[in-house]
């Protein structure tokens, strides 16, 4: 595998511009990411049912579009983790997600470290002075991974979640962000 200087990286991550050509094992770790359907309830989604072939066209189709920026997360041995991409983009601001479809890397840093180096590529390299992102009030996981790279709730901080016996709620999403300043205070 080979990794370039120029890709950006934080820690043990470092992540690969959909840009480049992703290896077939790279594609199909990424297909089968958002084919698993506990990844898939926790990305807010159904697990994808299309062939790998238009998964891969509606990917560099997204990526043609240029309205969003999208990488592979390696690991420290050059490893496919999982995928984080910056989109609803425009001169000053964007939407973060990610997605971290290795399970057995879930709660190991890798996120924080895959979010530290997306922030650093889009307030250094893209001019950006907001990143945004919506999570589910319910994924503490996440909330903690974005709290640890310097994201803060828009909001006051979501309650914590009550026993509702038996009823299934509408999932709700909690917003956070971070600007270049509170960046450049946390880096």
Known sequence: MVISDTWPRCGRVTLKPFTETLTEEEWRRFYECFRDPEIAEWNGSRPLKMPVWLFKRVVMGEVAR?????FGILDEKGEWLGTV???ELSRNEATLGILIGAKDRWGQGYGTDAVRAVLAYAFTKMGLHKV???TYRHN????????KAGFRFVSSPPPPLRFNFGFTPKPEFVPMEITKEQWEGVA
Do not use: S, V
């Not at 240029?66 to 999208?70: C, E, V």
């Not at 503490?140 to 709290?147: D, I, S």
């Open 85 to 87: 991409e910056l989109y």
């Open 66 to 70: 240029g309205d969003r920026l999208g």
């Open 140 to 147: 503490l996981r996440a909330q903690r991974a974005f709290e």
């Open 132 to 134: 945004k992102l919506r």
